[in-house]
Structures are given as C-alpha cells and as structure tokens.
C-alpha cells in the first residue's frame, strides 16, 4: 500500500496527515465502502471500477454491482481519487475495513 509523501519537512507531513485524517473522518459510509471495494476487488485502482460502472450504465457487461446509484458513487471516486492523487497517498491505507 501507498506510504504517505516523502516530504522531508515534517510540518509538511503533519499537514499531510491532519488533512488526510479530516477528509477521511469525513467520509460517509459509501465513500468508505468504495475505497474498500477499490482495495480488495480492483487492485487498489479507481479506473476499473469506474470503467464497470460507466459500463453499467451504457449497457455494457461490468464486473461488479455496486449500487443502484451509480453516478453518485461515480461521483464519489472521482473525488476521492483526486485527493489521493494531490496527496500521493492511498485512502485504502486510512480507512478501517467494515
């Protein structure tokens, strides 16, 4: 799994870390189940679930029956998958397993 960013300064990595936990305790129950899902089924990447879901949508087999709201979970992996990349972390890593 992703470590959090190599910043040599540690009040960078505090920063990292406090900004990183608060979005993660903000999290709601779909978003944690997504990035749970991301871990275990997709091999800790965003793309392929999204791929199944804008499958699913279009009519085109997919993998995996996430919800019966897929634009909200879409959604919800786009932002998450943002954050992860500005923040060179993996949310896999902070999220509790449920």
Same mark, same amino acid.
């Given at each position: 799994? *992703? ?6 300064? +540690?009040?960078?990595? *505090?920063?990292?870390? !406090? ?5 993660? +305790? ?8 997504? @990035?749970?899902? +991301?871990?275990?089924?997709? #091999? #800790? ?5 999204? #791929? ?7 009519? +085109?087999?997919? &993998?995996? !029956?996430?919800?019966?709201? &897929?634009?909200?979970? &879409? ?13 060179? &972390?993996?949310?896999?890593?902070? @999220?509790?397993?449920?």
């Amino acid at each position: 799994m *992703t470590e959090p960013s190599g910043n040599s300064d +540690k009040s960078g990595d *505090t920063a990292v870390s !406090k900004a990183v936990s608060d979005f993660v +305790k903000g999290l709601s129950d779909e978003h944690r189940m997504l @990035v749970i899902l +991301k871990s275990r089924l997709y #091999d #800790d990447a965003w793309e392929p679930m999204l #791929d199944d879901l804008r499958n699913r949508l279009a009519g +085109k087999p997919y &993998i995996f !029956k996430l919800a019966n709201r &897929i634009q909200d979970d &879409i959604e919800r992996i786009e932002q998450m998958s943002e954050f992860e990349s500005e923040r060179n &972390i993996d949310l896999a890593d902070y @999220v509790d397993s449920i």
